[in-house]
């Protein structure tokens, strides 16, 4: 099994900055990719960025050049720092990691851009 655990969110002004992060736990070889999703009300789930083994990465285009995921492998550890934040990047953020076999969501992390 495999546990995660976000922290980070929280409210923050237009503008602004956050780091969120997912440590995982548990059974956690055989990584294929971990990511970042989110889901505001009354909106489906999207995808915000992704970080693949190989450290290739993928953003949703309304997030590039303020959005950088990355990893930290010693620590088990996927980060996503939030710059230049907005109003419409209020969501709850939900950490994802894929196996080879399996795939495990977080509980997920609130993150309110309001004035």
């Known amino acids: 099994q495999v546990q995660l655990v976000e922290s980070g969110g929280g409210l923050v002004q237009p503008g602004g900055s956050l780091r969120l992060s997912c440590a995982a736990s548990g059974s956690i070889s055989s990584i294929l990719a971990m990511g970042w999703y989110r889901q505001a009300p009354g909106k489906q789930r999207e995808l915000v960025a992704t970080i693949t083994s190989g450290d290739r990465t993928n953003y949703l285009d309304s997030v590039k050049g303020r959005f950088t995921i990355s990893r930290d492998n010693a620590k088990n550890t996927v980060y996503l720092q939030m710059n230049s934040l907005k109003p419409e990047d209020t969501a709850v953020y939900y950490c994802?990691?894929?196996?080879?076999?399996?795939?495990?969501w977080g509980r997920g992390t609130q993150v309110t851009v309001s004035s």
């Open positions: 994802r990691l894929q196996r080879v076999v399996g795939d495990y």
